[in-house]
């Protein structure tokens, strides 16, 4: 049962979650909410310490569609980043600002970007694409298009309110719906054109702007045991986001790109990592 402790705190975190918004807002579904996905996530972690090697896919299927088909398709709630803004805009802390302050803006602090490698609806489609370790090095100067689409989610959201436009949360939704397609479709164009499934994780995503700030400072990291280690290579070939994992330094793609999807620990043959 001891290697099973770090599951158990990781539900034991998302259940003290559960019961504080529950009681806090009295509302049932906070209750829902972070039980699944904390069961979900300590279901992964469970399962990888068994040397399940589809652990993390099970995670991020389990909490993508929960997220993409309930949350937003059934209960019409906006959980993209136009509907952070929109709830936001209108002060009404509701699932979508809860969302982002535990999954991308405070959690990063403790998680890093564990969000982008267990639970995101994009990437979980994403991941199914051939290219899972990029056949080519990381592209120089596109960073900054995450500015951009960052931008104009927050532009678009904004000229709704000021434009006083009506029925703005019907709009919200097929936003939801119409964004996610975009997403899905440039996506996997750029997997496509870059030989790479991250590719839109790495240079597209507005989230990022969020995710990769607060990330740098997470407490959970991938460390080296330069003792252990025989520098055969095949942790960084294993990589799907170029992290150099052999380099504990945080410069800026080591401390913020890292999506905790351990296959480099599983390609490790020394468990240096
Ligand atoms: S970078 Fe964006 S698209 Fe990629 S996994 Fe993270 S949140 Fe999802
Ligand atoms: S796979 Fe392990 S032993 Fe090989 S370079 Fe990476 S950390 Fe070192
Ligand atoms: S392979 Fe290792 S360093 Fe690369 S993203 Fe996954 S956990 Fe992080």
């Known amino acids: 049962m001891k290697k099973y402790i770090m599951p158990m705190m990781m539900f034991a975190v998302f259940e003290a979650v559960a019961i504080t918004l529950w009681l806090a807002k009295g509302n049932l579904f906070y209750l829902f909410n972070f039980t699944y996905i904390g069961a979900s996530v300590a279901l992964g972690v469970g399962l ?32 993209q980043i136009e509907g952070f803004w929109y709830y936001l805009f209108t002060g009404v802390f509701e699932a979508a600002t809860i969302h982002y302050a535990v999954a991308k803006i405070f959690g990063p602090l403790l998680f890093g970007r564990g969000w982008c490698g267990y639970a995101c609806w994009t990437a979980m489609v994403l991941d199914f694409l051939p290219y899972k370790v990029p056949r080519h090095p990381r592209r120089k100067g596109l960073g900054p298009i995450r500015y951009l689409t960052f931008a104009v989610s927050l532009a678009f959201v904004s000229a709704l ?19 996610n397609a975009t997403y899905y479709a440039v996506g996997i164009a750029l997997a496509y054109a870059f030989e790479d499934n991250r590719a839109f994780c ?18 959970i990291r991938i460390t080296c045991d330069h003792d252990k280690c025989i520098e055969c290579g095949k942790c960084r070939r294993a990589c799907p986001m170029d992290v150099d994992m052999l380099d504990d330094s945080r410069n800026r793609v080591n401390g913020t790109e890292c999506i905790l999807c351990m296959e480099c620990v599983r390609n490790c043959p020394r468990k240096a990592l």
Request: hydrophobic share 50%; with cysteine; aromatic share 16%.
């Open 48 to 79: 990888f310490i068994q040397g399940n090697r589809n652990a993390r896919r099970v995670t991020q299927l389990l909490v993508g569609l929960y997220m993409l088909v309930y949350l937003g398709l059934i209960s019409n709630e906006n959980m």
């Open 202 to 219: 790495k240079y597209v995503c507005p989230i990022t702007v969020f995710l990769k700030p607060m990330s740098y400072y997470s407490l």
């Open 161 to 179: 309110f000021l434009a006083h436009v009506g029925n703005i949360e019907r709009i919200m939704f097929w936003a939801f719906v119409v964004g």
